[in-house]
């Protein structure tokens, strides 16, 4: 059975940084990355990652956010800089697994005071 733990999330002020975490386990995962849903607005993408470490990110965080992954670990990280209040939102971690089934962890909250 697949199973997805976010951790890193909080509190912070603008311009701070925050590092999240997810741990799958379960099964071998192809892509993994990171989608955000803020209050009252739909789930958003925000970066994507593959087994080769080649990487994706929403235009709204480029130059800011970093994803990486240990695949020894089935580990995926978001390394987020000069947070903004508008990065405020729920983060999820997804997995997509070698039979292509997509996988997604239960969020963790990440919250930007101006």
């Known amino acids: 059975q697949v199973h997805l733990v976010e951790s890193g999330g909080g509190l912070v002020q603008a311009g701070e940084s925050l590092r999240l975490s997810c741990v799958a386990s379960?099964?071998?995962?192809?892509?993994m990355g990171w989608y955000r849903q803020a209050p009252g607005k739909q789930r958003e993408f925000v970066a994507t990652i593959t087994r080769a470490r080649s990487t994706v990110y929403a235009d709204s965080v480029k130059g800011r956010f970093t994803i990486s992954r240990d695949n020894a670990e089935n580990t995926v990280y978001l390394q987020m800089n000069s947070l903004k209040p508008e990065d405020t939102a729920v983060y999820y971690c997804?997995?997509?697994?070698?039979?292509?089934?997509?996988?997604w962890g239960q969020g963790t909250q990440v919250t930007v005071s101006s």
């Open positions: 379960g099964s071998i995962f192809n892509t």
């Open positions: 997804y997995a997509q697994n070698i039979y292509y089934k997509n996988s």
